[in-house]
């Protein structure tokens, strides 16, 4: 498992940091390899990602989404990929972003032998996309779902909430219905979800995610 950590100020308020953050369908847009996000329950999201030219998809948690503090998920079975952003106010305008993100490095990057150094660059890349995309108005202008905004999952923390005792808590904790069992989704070439039974034998596939899938709508 490889974990990095980088920090960003943007030139926003606070609250609209927050709620572009919150808003996980607003990923493709600026995280690496992400094609979709869509909510699947209150607290439960669905990803699709290109990972080496290969479609993968898995279910993840919603750990915690602290109002203007801190949003915070991990995947729910198969391969360990976990973030935590934590927000800090720079005044009246400008919002230092703190991400925290871990992931396992075999499955992610299995051909790169400088993984945890690419993952840490590839964070980076996506943060300065995000900002680029607050800070030029396209994304800002959505109101948040109701209720979204003040969730809490988890007890209050001062302190950064780490993606590895996230990602504990949610395999340790698996919300009630979910299965290790669970079989691959079928009618897609080239598919499966991250925690199911691929008879390949690889959830992943091979490869990088593609960096040209940044910014993707």
């Given amino acids: 498992m490889s974990m990095v950590?980088?920090?960003?100020?943007?030139?926003?308020?606070?609250?609209?940091v927050y709620q572009q953050l919150a808003a996980f369908e607003n990923y493709p847009r600026f995280m690496?390899?992400?094609r979709q996000v869509?909510?699947?329950?209150?607290?439960?999201?669905?990803w699709i990602m290109d990972v080496d030219g290969k479609r993968r998809e898995f279910d993840a948690q919603i750990i915690e989404q602290t109002l203007d503090e801190r949003v915070s998920w991990s995947t729910m079975e198969g391969p360990l990929l976990a973030e935590t952003l934590t927000?800090?106010?720079?005044?009246?305008?400008?919002?230092?972003?703190?991400a925290q993100l871990e992931a396992d490095i075999a499955f992610l990057m299995p051909s790169d032998r400088h993984g945890q150094e690419s993952l840490n660059r590839r964070l980076k890349a996506d943060l300065t996309t995000f900002k680029g995309l607050v800070e030029s108005g396209v994304l800002g202008g959505r109101p948040m779902p109701a209720g979204?905004?003040?969730?809490?999952?988890?007890?209050p923390a001062r302190d950064f909430a780490s993606p590895a005792s996230v990602a504990t808590r949610v395999h340790k904790h698996?919300?009630?219905?979910?299965?290790?069992?669970?079989?691959?989704?079928g009618g897609v070439t080239g598919s499966a979800h991250m925690g199911g039974r691929?008879?390949?034998?690889?959830?992943?596939?091979?490869?990088?995610i593609n960096e040209e899938e940044r910014g993707i709508g």
């Fill in 5 to 16: 950590q980088q920090a960003i100020e943007v030139s926003a308020p606070l609250h609209t």
């Fill in 32 to 34: 690496t390899g992400v």
């Fill in 38 to 46: 869509t909510t699947s329950g209150s607290d439960q999201t669905h």
């Fill in 87 to 98: 927000l800090r106010p720079m005044g009246e305008t400008k919002t230092q972003i703190v």
């Fill in 148 to 155: 979204a905004s003040s969730k809490r999952l988890t007890s």
């Fill in 174 to 185: 698996p919300p009630a219905g979910s299965s290790d069992s669970d079989p691959v989704s």
């Fill in 198 to 208: 691929s008879t390949s034998g690889d959830i992943w596939g091979s490869g990088m």
